[in-house]
């Protein structure tokens, strides 16, 4: 384990699943009250049917394996960390289209994100796979926990703009540690 924690590129992996699960919590539970607040005005169950948004996400992770082949494994991890910060962005503009689409890029995102970042834990740890996946996985959870926490501290301070202002600057940061840590490719 100490091992694993001194290696650089599984620090930054670990900090970039951290963020993958911040930025999905975020996103998903805070767009919530978002729209359940005037002028939109969801109900439960409109607001429920949001998750089905998670669906895209699971139907393109597949084809992970492709992408990467294709674009390269960082190439790819940028791209999805941009086309995230757009979908984010996308629950800006006024209007119900947008606020559902916007989610429905986040969550692709975040599944090929996901996929990405897990494979890397296996790509850089030489021995004890299995407790270099356990400190990923311990990673992933606690940003998940920060990522329902956090964005609480936006919403009360910036409302829905704050909260999205937070996942983008979290995006920017996993890019940053990903351009730094990983080799072109």
């Known amino acids: 384990m100490l091992r694993h924690l001194k290696d650089p590129q599984l620090?930054?992996?670990?900090?970039?699943?951290?963020?993958?699960?911040?930025?999905?919590?975020?996103?998903?539970?805070y767009v919530s009250f978002h729209l359940a607040a005037p002028p939109f005005g969801f109900s439960p169950s409109g607001l429920g049917a949001i998750f089905v948004t998670y669906l895209a996400g699971a139907a393109i992770s597949p084809l992970t394996g492709r992408m990467t082949l294709r674009f390269g494994h960082r190439p790819l991890l940028l791209g999805v960390l941009a086309a995230w910060a757009c979908g984010t962005a996308l629950t800006l503009v006024p209007g119900i289209i947008p606020i559902i689409a916007g989610p429905m890029v986040c969550a692709t995102c975040g599944m090929l994100c996901q996929t990405l970042s897990t494979s890397y834990v296996t790509a850089f740890a030489r021995e004890g796979r299995s407790a270099a996946v356990g400190l990923y996985v311990t990673a992933f959870y606690v940003g998940g926990s920060m990522g329902a926490f956090l964005p609480g501290l936006a919403w009360k301070a910036a409302g829905w703009p704050g909260c999205v202002a937070m996942v983008i600057a979290m995006l920017a940061a996993m890019g940053l540690i990903a351009v730094r840590a990983y080799k072109q490719g």
Not at 11 to 29: E, R
């Open 11 to 29: 620090i930054a992996t670990y900090a970039i699943g951290f963020g993958v699960l911040f930025n999905f919590i975020a996103i998903f539970t």
